[in-house]
């Protein structure tokens, strides 16, 4: 062989060579190492569902404390804010005009058992008339008619004593009702609570009408929430079954929970107090009260905070974490990957939450593992590489 022909020889070999070396390299970069995604367990166990709801706080009791009289407001007894009790005075009107009619009354009382002794008096005379008379007229000592005359004086005498005794019971009523008055110008609380900013100054006019301040009852304090009326009615069909949460039955032991405005949760617990008589009809939701002990008057009427309470335990569900979880066009569809590390993308019918999990009501079964992170990396048939989710 000569130099030329040895020179082709090798030429064609380095050339082969370079291409062989060209396909492995297109090769390995055509199939590229399987992605990493973590992957949890479908869980099979016995969840509570809770129901959340915005609430209103109102007073126990709320009463307005109106005047029951006429007169102007001289003073002022109660701190606005303050916790009053039960009989305290709040407010005082003028009472001089309400003393006077209690003495004016009182003297015409005292008047009236004048007549009635001037009455009496004269009965017992008339009375003495007829018992001497009555045998001197069947004697004809005295004439028929001086008789008839004692007989009419005394029944004229008795009338008068009873118009007496009846002047007597009429000016004792109305000597009970100027007391009553006169007491009515210390205006009292009929409850205890929170009394709040006086709506009428001192020496102002104020009659039955005019409202001086409120009172409101806070310990308890009533928290009012509304549930749908599909709520209330899948509440309705549970009621009473063993072993479920019964919402909706007064004093009922599911306990409510509030959380206030600043997302802190409150340290005690609430209870059923009763359910409203009737459905919204504009809202379609019904109200559902709530009682909360309130010792330290924390809460007060008007404050807004979201109600958190038990509302069923559903059995044997089928839990997987939200994010694994993707919707597309109003489907609901996970990732599930076999024995073999193939992803096949399965249509899922979610139900409630329960925290950061997802309720699967049909489309899972127990045991299989599904895509919970790296799910924008998978397509149906992919193969995978899982690692386990420790977070699930």
Same mark, same amino acid.
């Given at each position: 062989?000569?130099?030329?022909?040895?020179?082709?020889?090798?030429?064609?070999?380095?050339?082969?060579?370079?291409?062989?070396?060209? !396909?492995?390299?297109?090769?390995?970069?055509?199939?590229?190492?399987?992605?990493?995604?973590?992957?949890?367990?479908?869980?099979?166990?016995?969840?509570?569902?809770?129901?959340?709801?915005?609430?209103?706080?109102?007073?126990?009791?709320?009463?307005?404390?109106?005047?029951?009289?006429?007169?102007?407001?001289?003073?002022?007894?109660?701190?606005?804010?303050?916790?009053?009790?039960?009989?305290?005075?709040?407010?005082?009107?003028?009472?001089?005009?309400?003393?006077?009619?209690?003495?004016?009354?009182?003297?015409?009382?005292?008047?009236?058992?004048?007549?009635?002794?001037?009455?009496?008096?004269?009965?017992?005379?008339?009375?003495?008339?007829?018992?001497?008379?009555?045998?001197?007229?069947?004697?004809?000592?005295?004439?028929?008619?001086?008789?008839?005359?004692?007989?009419?004086?005394?029944?004229?005498?008795?009338?008068?004593?009873?118009?007496?005794?009846?002047?007597?019971?009429?000016?004792?009523?109305?000597?009970?009702?100027?007391?009553?008055?006169?007491?009515?110008?210390?205006?009292?609380?009929?409850?205890?609570?929170?009394?709040?900013?006086?709506?009428?100054?001192?020496?102002?006019?104020?009659?039955?009408?005019?409202?001086? !301040?409120?009172?409101?009852?806070?310990?308890?304090? /009533?928290?009012?929430?509304?549930?749908?009326?599909?709520?209330?009615?899948?509440?309705?069909?549970?009621?009473? /079954?063993?072993?479920?949460?019964?919402?909706?039955?007064?004093?009922?032991?599911?306990?409510?929970?509030?959380?206030?405005?600043?997302?802190?949760?409150?340290?005690?617990?609430?209870?059923?107090?009763?359910?409203?008589?009737?459905?919204?009809?504009?809202?379609?939701?019904?109200?559902?009260?709530?009682?909360?002990?309130?010792?330290?008057?924390?809460?007060?009427?008007?404050?807004?905070?979201?109600?958190?309470?038990?509302?069923?335990?559903?059995?044997?569900?089928?839990?997987?974490?939200?994010?694994?979880?993707?919707?597309?066009?109003?489907?609901?569809?996970?990732?599930?990957?076999?024995?073999?590390?193939?992803?096949?993308?399965?249509?899922?019918?979610?139900?409630?939450?329960?925290?950061?999990?997802?309720?699967?009501?049909?489309?899972?079964?127990?045991?299989?593992?599904?895509?919970?992170?790296?799910? !924008?990396?998978?397509?149906?048939?992919?193969?995978?590489?899982?690692?386990?989710?420790?977070?699930?």
């Amino acid at each position: 062989m000569n130099r030329f022909a040895f020179w082709l020889v090798a030429t064609t070999a380095l050339a082969a060579l370079g291409c062989s070396e060209k !396909t492995t390299n297109a090769q390995a970069s055509a199939a590229p190492p399987p992605p990493d995604v973590l992957v949890a367990t479908v869980r099979q166990q016995s969840v509570p569902i809770y129901g959340n709801w915005i609430a209103t706080l109102d007073g126990y009791v709320n009463a307005n404390i109106q005047p029951q009289v006429s007169g102007y407001l001289v003073r002022q007894n109660y701190r606005e804010g303050s916790l009053v009790h039960k009989g305290d005075v709040l407010f005082e009107i003028d009472p001089r005009t309400f003393q006077a009619a209690v003495d004016q009354a009182l003297a015409q009382v005292a008047q009236s058992r004048g007549q009635l002794a001037q009455a009496e008096a004269a009965l017992q005379l008339s009375i003495i008339n007829v018992k001497r008379d009555t045998p001197l007229a069947a004697a004809r000592a005295i004439a028929q008619s001086q008789l008839d005359n004692d007989i009419q004086a005394q029944a004229q005498n008795e009338a008068q004593v009873k118009t007496a005794q009846a002047n007597i019971q009429t000016n004792e009523a109305a000597v009970e009702q100027a007391r009553l008055n006169l007491g009515f110008t210390q205006v009292r609380s009929l409850i205890d609570g929170i009394a709040g900013i006086a709506m009428t100054q001192v020496g102002s006019l104020v009659s039955p009408q005019t409202v001086l !301040t409120s009172i409101s009852q806070v310990d308890p304090i /009533k928290a009012y929430f509304s549930i749908t009326e599909q709520e209330y009615l899948a509440l309705s069909a549970r009621k009473g /079954k063993a072993g479920g949460p019964d919402l909706l039955r007064s004093n009922s032991p599911v306990p409510l929970q509030l959380t206030l405005a600043n997302e802190t949760v409150y340290p005690r617990t609430g209870h059923m107090a009763f359910a409203d008589r009737q459905v919204n009809s504009q809202t379609g939701t019904i109200r559902i009260v709530g009682a909360f002990a309130n010792p330290g008057n924390i809460l007060r009427p008007g404050q807004f905070g979201r109600i958190r309470a038990l509302t069923s335990l559903n059995q044997n569900a089928l839990l997987i974490p939200q994010r694994a979880v993707s919707e597309l066009q109003g489907r609901y569809q996970v990732a599930v990957v076999d024995g073999s590390n193939r992803v096949s993308i399965v249509n899922v019918q979610p139900g409630d939450r329960a925290g950061d999990m997802w309720i699967i009501a049909s489309g899972l079964t127990p045991g299989e593992r599904v895509v919970s992170e790296g799910t !924008t990396k998978v397509r149906d048939g992919t193969v995978v590489n899982p690692k386990p989710d420790t977070g699930h």
